[in-house]
C-alpha cells in the first residue's frame, strides 16, 4: 500500500470520528427544541455535551488539515467548489461556540432564550450541510481537465446530496437522542428513550433509501458488506433502546455511523472527487496527493501525535461519565 492510500485511510478515519463525536452533541442541539420542555431542561441538555463539544471539534480541523496537506488538489477543488455551504458550515460552528459561552452571562431570559435558538439552528444546518457535502463528493460534481470545480452552487443541491443531508440530520439526532438518554436521569431519560424510537424509524427508512442508492451507483463487495453493517447497527440500536439499554443503544448508533461513513469512502476510492463530466478528469489518491517525503513527514508526525490527542480526549469523557438531570442544576440564576 502507497503512503497516498494510507492518509486515505487516515482522512476517512478522522472524518468517521468527526461524525461519531460532533454528530451527537449535534443532535443534542437539535433537541434543545425537540426534547426539552423548560429552560432547565435545556440548560441539562446542553450541559451533557458542555466539557467535551469543542474537544470533538478538533477532529474537523484535523481532518481538514490533514486534507490539505495530503492532498492539496483535493482541498484546493472541493473547498472553492464547495465554498458557499462549507462556509455557511464554519460560521454556524462560530456561533456555535459563542452561544455555548455567551448563553450564561447574562440572566434575562430573552437573552439565554436567543442563544438557545442560536444552538438550535447553528446544530442543525451543519448537520443537514455535512450530508449534502459528502452526498455530492461521492455521487461526483463537475470537474473539468484543469481538475477545477466548473459548476454552480445549485448544482449541489441535486437529490441524491439533498436526500444525504436528510440522513445525517436525522442520524445525528437519533444518536443525540441516545446520548442524552445515557448522560441523563428522570423524567427527560424516558422521554428521549421514547423519542429515540421515532426518530431512530425515520432514520432507518431514509438511511436504507440512500445506502441502497449509492452501492446501486458506486458500490462493491466491500462497500455491500458496511451497508449490511450499518443498517444491522441501526436496528440494534433501536431494540437496545426499548430494552433500557441506553449504553448499548449508543454503542451500536455509533456503529451505524462508522458503517456508513466506511461505505462512502469505499464506494470512492481510489478516487476523491469523481468527475460526472468525464471519469479521466476525476480526482484520485495519486493525481491529488502531495509528494511522498510530504506524505513520509506527516506519517511520523501522526504516529507522535494521535496517541496524545486520544488517550486525552479518552480521559476526558471518563471524568465527565455520569448522570446529571434539573436537580444537579445549581441554583443560581445563570
Not at 442563544?115 to 460534481?141: D, K, Q, R, Y
Request: glycine residues 8%; charged residues 15%; hydrophobic residues 55%.
Amino acid at each position: 500500500m502507497e503512503l497516498h492510500d494510507v492518509w486515505f485511510v487516515l482522512i476517512a478515519v478522522l472524518w468517521t470520528g468527526y461524525f461519531f463525536l460532533e454528530g451527537f452533541d449535534f443532535g443534542v442541539g437539535v433537541l434543545t427544541k425537540l426534547l426539552a420542555r423548560n429552560r432547565p431542561e435545556k440548560r441539562v441538555l446542553i450541559n451533557t455535551i458542555g466539557p467535551v463539544w469543542d474537544g470533538n471539534e478538533v477532529w474537523l480541523l484535523t481532518a481538514g488539515g490533514a486534507t490539505f496537506a495530503a492532498f492539496p488538489e483535493w482541498y484546493a477543488t472541493l473547498f472553492s467548489g464547495f465554498y458557499l455551504p462549507l462556509l455557511v458550515i464554519l460560521v454556524c460552528l462560530i456561533v456555535r461556540g459563542v452561544a455555548f459561552e455567551y448563553r450564561v452571562k447574562r440572566p434575562e431570559e430573552s437573552w439565554q432564550r436567543n442563544w438557545e435558538t442560536a444552538i438550535f439552528w447553528t446544530s442543525l444546518i451543519p448537520a443537514f450541510l455535512w450530508g449534502v457535502a459528502f452526498g455530492n463528493i461521492v455521487h461526483g460534481v463537475k470537474i473539468d481537465r484543469d481538475l477545477e470545480y466548473v459548476g454552480s452552487v445549485w448544482d449541489l443541491l441535486n437529490p441524491y446530496a439533498l436526500l444525504a443531508g436528510l440522513v445525517t440530520l436525522t442520524l445525528f439526532t437519533f444518536h443525540g437522542t441516545v446520548f442524552t438518554a445515557l448522560k441523563t436521569v428522570g423524567e427527560i431519560r424516558e422521554r428521549a428513550r421514547a423519542l429515540a424510537l421515532r426518530v431512530g424509524l425515520a432514520t432507518a427508512v431514509l438511511a436504507l433509501v440512500f445506502l441502497v442508492w449509492t452501492q446501486a451507483h458506486s458500490g462493491n463487495g466491500k462497500s455491500l458488506v458496511a451497508l449490511v453493517v450499518a443498517v444491522a447497527a441501526l436496528v440494534a440500536a433501536l431494540v437496545a433502546n426499548q430494552a433500557g439499554r441506553e449504553g448499548w443503544s449508543f454503542a451500536l448508533s455509533g456503529v451505524t455511523i462508522v458503517a456508513a461513513v466506511a461505505m462512502l469512502f469505499l464506494t470512492l476510492f481510489p478516487n476523491v472527487m469523481p468527475s460526472t463530466l468525464n471519469a479521466d478528469w476525476s480526482l484520485t489518491v495519486t493525481n491529488a496527493s502531495s509528494s511522498p517525503y510530504t506524505l513520509k513527514i506527516m506519517t511520523w508526525l501522526a504516529v507522535i501525535a494521535t496517541p496524545v490527542v486520544l488517550l486525552y480526549q479518552g480521559w476526558t469523557y471518563w471524568v465527565f461519565r455520569k448522570r446529571i438531570g434539573t436537580q444537579h442544576l445549581a441554583d443560581a440564576a445563570h
